[in-house]
């Protein structure tokens, strides 16, 4: 194989890469990829909306991917994680999302999300930077650095040492099995920040 086909086969791969499908772990092998790209193409890579192709993803699972070098979990959310879930202003600093900075528009609602079922967060702690742990088995996300509590639409437990919900981040379906993670539904747009 020539030099040049060489590198033509490793762009296709590269390319490939970015878009995720649907499966526990897949999306986790991504972030190697990116991080062996070129500096022009890295950045592009790395600012650039990632498409989740979630046809395959099962009640309760979770894909983890890397969006503007932020890790970003989407989860299919149960019957019963859907009941656990309330904006009881006993048990959570920001019940209602009133702190627009956590969440686009579309998402100040009870479930946080376009589609109850489907929950698109990023994986990073409000205290100070840390990935949660996700707990399905107990209708939570624990952060275990300093232990904050977050329920299944990313709201933090009072007596968290985290002040803010967890951040959804723009995204939008493009059908009923793909999501855009860095762009808005039409009638929103993303800030450029
Ligand atoms: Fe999560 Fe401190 S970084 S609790």
């Not at 600093?93 to 079922?117: G, I």
């Not at 698109?120 to 930077?129: D, F, M, W």
Request: hydrophobic residues 35%; charged residues 25%.
């Amino acid at each position: 194989m020539s030099s040049d086909s060489k590198d033509n086969s490793r762009r296709k791969f590269l390319t490939g890469s970015l878009s995720i499908v649907g499966g526990t772990g897949v999306a986790a092998t991504l972030w190697p990829f990116l991080t062996s790209m070129a500096p022009s193409a890295k950045s592009k890579a790395a600012g650039a909306p990632v498409k989740v192709d979630i046809s395959d993803l099962q009640d309760g699972d979770k894909i983890d991917l890397i969006w503007r070098k932020k890790p970003i979990w989407v989860v299919k959310r149960t019957k019963d994680m859907l009941e656990s879930i309330n904006t009881n202003e006993k048990k959570h600093k920001d019940p209602l999302s009133d702190n627009t900075e956590q969440q686009p528009d579309f998402a100040k609602n009870k479930f946080r999300s376009l589609k109850p079922e489907i929950l698109v967060l990023e994986g990073v702690c409000t205290h100070l930077g840390c990935n949660p742990a996700y707990n399905p088995d107990q209708n939570n996300f624990f952060c275990a650095c300093h232990g904050s509590k977050f329920d299944l639409a990313g709201k933090v437990s009072n007596g968290s040492p985290a002040g803010a919900n967890l951040k959804v981040p723009p995204y939008r379906f493009e059908d009923e099995n793909t999501i855009i993670v860095g762009e808005m539904p039409k009638e929103q747009k993303i800030d450029s920040a």
